[in-house]
């Protein structure tokens, strides 16, 4: 008689976010959930603060969690984490960073037997003692740590002595067809706000929080600003600091060439209309919005922090400059500004080394990967 063939068990994955709100960790979660193998894999996702924007771009079979209990306290929240992953089988809880690892670990793992995979993709807690302990104590506890870039798993050998084997840096992947020039796209968006077609126009993406230093981009446009009055700066996102950027944009005189849009679902179409990528952060882990920008085309200028040297090759694909430097940072886009050869030239080099070293496929396989080890493990 012949033996029927079961297809294999799926791997089921909870993932725990404070929210599918618009962000570079919340995006790279969509665009894993979006593209993982759903013959191998189950993937969904937890919110424990409130569910967000991001929610309308995933597949309509992707699970999302929220219980309003999960904010009110550590010990809610884990309760939670442990009735959603026993009722839902889940084989491993794959939390992001301080607000989402001590509940999921204790709730995954503790309570639920689950394992636990922990996240880290830019930002350390080392404000007190008690916050620098629990994180080294849980991140020798989970099964794996991953973190986005390099330097970011050398900061946390650094800091917390964690031993590399427990490390595993997987890279973000940007989607190289959906972020690509598209000469439709540049013309629709320079329309909408009133860009004429010879205008040099930088750019930036990201919300408009203290970490991304939109203050030091604005003193460096308004440097080369009064010598070129044919350039604007677009900055795409909202946030806290939306008021006082707008009068820092004022005071400095360059209200008029300066674009805030607010927050945006059009991303790829606003890189399109950009022709220089400017990053100016104190600290990232591996930024998403300077991917995409070398996926489409770009040249970039970017602080030199986290993972950004990883990306950027100086010289090669646009300029990386010291964070907080305004000289520094209005000298590079000086640079990029008058001489269109050389954006050219930087903005090729960049979509080929998006397609060749950060593609959305690899980072997907590379998490594929580490689930069926995971879920394999004692």
């Known amino acids: ?69 999960t904010a009110s306290s550590v010990t809610k929240a884990a309760q939670v984490v442990a009735s959603i992953v026993k009722n839902g089988a889940y084989d491993i809880v794959h939390t992001h960073g301080w607000a989402t690892l001590l509940p999921g670990f204790i709730g995954g793992k503790v309570l639920a037997s689950a394992k636990v995979i922990n996240g880290e993709h830019g930002t350390f807690f080392v404000d007190s003692l008690r916050r620098r302990v629990i994180q080294k104590l849980l991140f020798r506890a989970v099964t794996m740590n991953c973190t986005v ?13 964690v031993p590399e084997t427990r490390i595993q840096v997987i890279i973000n992947g ?11 796209d540049r013309s629709n968006v320079r329309s909408e706000f009133g860009l004429d077609h010879h205008l040099l126009l ?113 010289g090669i694909t646009g300029y990386l400059v010291p964070v907080g430097d305004v000289d520094a940072m209005g000298s590079a886009m000086r640079c990029l500004a008058t001489d269109n050869a050389k954006r050219q030239e930087l903005g090729a080099a960049a979509r080929r080394r998006a397609a060749t070293r950060f593609s959305l496929d690899a980072m997907v396989g590379n998490y594929e990967k580490l689930y069926e080890r995971v879920a394999a493990c004692g």
């Open 1 to 69: 008689m012949t033996k029927v063939r079961r297809p294999p068990k799926k791997i089921r994955v909870l993932h725990i976010l404070q929210s599918l709100d618009t962000g570079g960790l919340e995006n790279g979660v969509v665009n894993l959930a979006n593209k993982i193998d759903s013959r191998r894999f189950d993937l969904d996702i937890l919110c424990l603060r409130y569910v967000g924007r991001l929610r309308d771009r995933l597949r309509s079979d992707i699970k999302v969690e929220f219980d309003s209990a």
């Open 174 to 184: 940007v989607d190289t067809n959906r972020f690509t020039q598209n000469r439709r």
């Open 202 to 314: 930088f750019g930036a993406v990201g919300r408009t929080v203290a970490v991304k230093d939109y203050n030091t981009l604005l003193h460096a446009f308004s440097i080369i600003v009064k010598d070129n009055h044919s350039i604007r700066l677009m900055i795409v996102g909202d946030g806290p600091e939306d008021s006082s950027l707008k009068k820092l944009a004022k005071s400095l005189s360059i209200a008029d060439y300066v674009i805030f849009t607010g927050n945006r679902d059009d991303v790829p179409a606003l890189l399109s209309a950009m022709d220089v990528f400017c990053l100016s952060s104190i600290r990232e882990g591996l930024s998403n919005t300077l991917l995409e920008a070398h996926a489409a085309g770009l040249p970039s200028v970017a602080t030199e922090t986290g993972g950004n040297a990883e990306i950027v090759k100086a």
């Open 149 to 161: 870039s390099e330097s970011l798993k050398h900061e946390m050998q650094s800091l917390f002595s």
